[in-house]
Structure formats: structure tokens, C-alpha cells
T-cell receptor
């Protein structure tokens, strides 16, 4: 089976740094994706990791450890507009559809 | 810019009705997907398609069917709508693995379906 776990909710302060963790157990691995989803809107792509290590993209970074089945999304200099759900997704092989975790709802407070 | 559009943002149907949800993408993507999203359950895959006239069952295909007659269009059909099919339905598309580089899934805006 496939299992992707991430915390249900997190709260952080404007201007701070927050780390959202994701652990996965899948039959194979062909990439891990992070999406952002604001309430009532479609998910939008944030980042992609297929090799171990850190990928940085502005205020957002994503880390992957394939041996540990672990990833995190790091958000720096938090802004109120970062309040959203963050979805971790894994492609387990080839051209297969993404399998999504249940999402982490992040609330940024002043 | 990739654009995935869905026929309706909000839809209200009665139990037993046949419901059609349409999805169109304009980037010549080979792959198309239908998910439903429910609180506490996340995104769950209903059906997907790698090519015209091809379809594959996802994790929760019961009560649904799909049609892909043209590359850009993927339809989800609820043969006889039931109240437990009240949900947010999200369509997505992507390039196939044969294409170089990153191939994330692009999502449409979603259709919030209520079955009464």
C-alpha cells in the first residue's frame, strides 16, 4: 500500500520560519511534490524533489531524504498570504498519478 | 500558461440524476486525472487517462465512469448521483513520462457538487 503522512494543522507567526514535514511509504519512488492550496481554490505546484537534498526557490525550500522516506517544506519570512493548505504528493513510478497526503493547514498569525 | 478549465464551479443535482463534469486543458497534455477532495480525506484519485480513449481506474472508481474522446477533454460521469458523492471534484493534467524535465500535475479550479 501507499501511505503519506503530514501534520493536520500548524500555526506560525508572521515573519517566522515554519517547517512542514511529510513521511511516505510507497512501493516505488519517482519524485515528491509540494502543492499549495488556498481555501476554495485549486492546488498549485510549489516544488519537486527527486534526488536527496535541498531545493530552494525564493522563500520556499523543500528537502528530501529517500532513504528515510522523508521530506519537508520550509517557508521563510512568513506572510499572511501563506495561510493555506500544503499538500505533499509522491509519484511512485514512471508515469503514474500523484498520490497525495491529506494536507497540512497552515495558519499565519500576526 | 497551462490552463485547465472545468465546466462549472458549483453544481446542485438530485439523487439519481446522471451528472457530467467536463474538463478541458489547452497544453496538449497526454495525461488527465479526476480527483475528489473531502475534508479529512484529502485528494483521492477516481480515474485517469494516458491517451485518447484510454482510461484507468484510480482508488475510488465505484459509481463513476469517464470518457476521453479528444486529447484535450476528459469527462467524469456520475451514472446515478448519490448524496455520498457530494464533494469537490478536481481535474488535473500533465505531460507524460516521455517528456523531458519536471512533469507536475496542473489542476483546474474545481467543481463543488452537491447532491440532494
Amino acid at each position: 500500500g501507499q501511505n503519506i503522512d503530514q501534520p493536520t494543522e500548524m500555526t506560525a507567526t508572521e515573519g517566522a520560519i515554519v517547517q512542514i514535514n511529510c513521511t511516505y511509504q510507497t512501493s516505488g519512488f519517482n519524485g515528491l511534490f509540494w502543492y499549495q492550496q488556498h481555501a476554495g481554490e485549486a492546488p498549485t505546484f510549489l516544488s519537486y524533489n527527486v534526488l536527496d537534498g535541498l531545493e530552494e526557490k525564493g522563500r520556499f525550500s523543500s528537502f528530501l531524504s529517500r532513504s528515510k522516506g522523508y521530506s519537508y517544506l520550509l517557508l521563510k519570512e512568513l506572510q499572511m498570504k501563506d495561510s493555506a493548505s500544503y499538500l505533499c504528493a509522491v509519484r511512485d513510478s514512471g508515469n503514474t498519478p500523484l498520490v497525495f497526503g491529506k494536507g497540512t493547514r497552515l495558519s499565519v498569525i500576526a | 500558461d497551462v490552463k485547465v478549465t472545468q465546466s462549472s464551479r458549483y453544481l446542485v443535482k438530485r439523487t439519481g440524476e446522471k451528472v457530467f463534469l467536463e474538463c478541458v486543458q489547452d497544453m496538449d497534455h497526454e495525461n488527465m486525472f479526476w480527483y475528489r477532495q473531502d475534508p479529512g480525506l484529502g485528494l483521492r484519485l477516481i480515474y485517469f487517462s494516458y491517451d485518447v480513449k484510454m482510461k484507468e481506474k484510480g482508488d475510488i472508481p465505484e459509481g463513476y465512469s469517464v470518457s476521453r474522446e479528444k486529447k484535450e477533454r476528459f469527462s467524469l460521469i456520475l451514472e446515478s448521483a448519490s448524496t455520498n458523492q457530494t464533494s469537490m471534484y478536481l481535474c488535473a493534467s500533465s505531460l507524460s513520462v516521455g517528456s523531458s524535465g519536471l512533469y507536475e500535475q496542473y489542476f483546474g479550479p474545481g467543481t463543488r457538487l452537491t447532491v440532494t
